[in-house]
């Protein structure tokens, strides 16, 4: 068996292709058990605060209600993944999407970035609205995205 890859960043927001995008992930990983998978989300505050006008006495209160959302998403993914014998690791983080995302990758030394092409509405439109695309564009590693 050939490993075309160690370590998958899987951006994960609870949505529909999203869910896809893990099934793809799912696919990798059970090509080879030391496949590594790390599920990241990310909460952008910056663009909730903006989108929201709410007052900076909530802002403490909101990100942490968001973190923990993206938390709880993040549950469902590491109960789906229980049966696989690979390492996993799920990650809320905070900032902006693409940006993020990338930084993550390069950081942990990605093999390849896995995600939808968007998101839906709410927190989660906000998660990969155009984060697909610039993930595309400067992603130091090849980038799968689902549709």
Avoid: W
Avoid at 24 to 44: C, H, M, R, Y
Avoid at 127 to 141: D, M, P
């Amino acid at each position: 068996m050939i490993t075309v890859c160690s370590k998958i960043v899987l951006a994960y927001d609870g949505s529909e292709l999203s869910k896809k995008a893990l099934k793809f992930a799912i696919s990798f990983l059970k090509q080879d058990p030391g496949i590594e998978l790390d599920v990241i989300t990310v909460v952008n505050m910056r663009d909730i605060v903006h989108h929201s006008g709410i007052t900076l006495i909530d802002i403490g209160y909101l990100r942490q209600e968001f973190m923990l959302s993206a938390q709880a998403e993040l549950q469902l993914v590491e109960e789906e993944l229980r049966s696989l014998p690979n390492p996993v690791k799920t990650l809320p983080l905070e900032g902006n999407p693409g940006k993020t995302i990338v930084e993550y990758a390069a950081e942990q030394q990605a093999d390849i970035v896995i995600m939808g092409s968007r998101g839906h509405s709410g927190l989660k439109e906000l998660f990969l609205g155009s984060a697909s695309h610039h993930v595309a564009q400067h992603a130091s590693c090849p980038v799968l995205i689902v549709k």
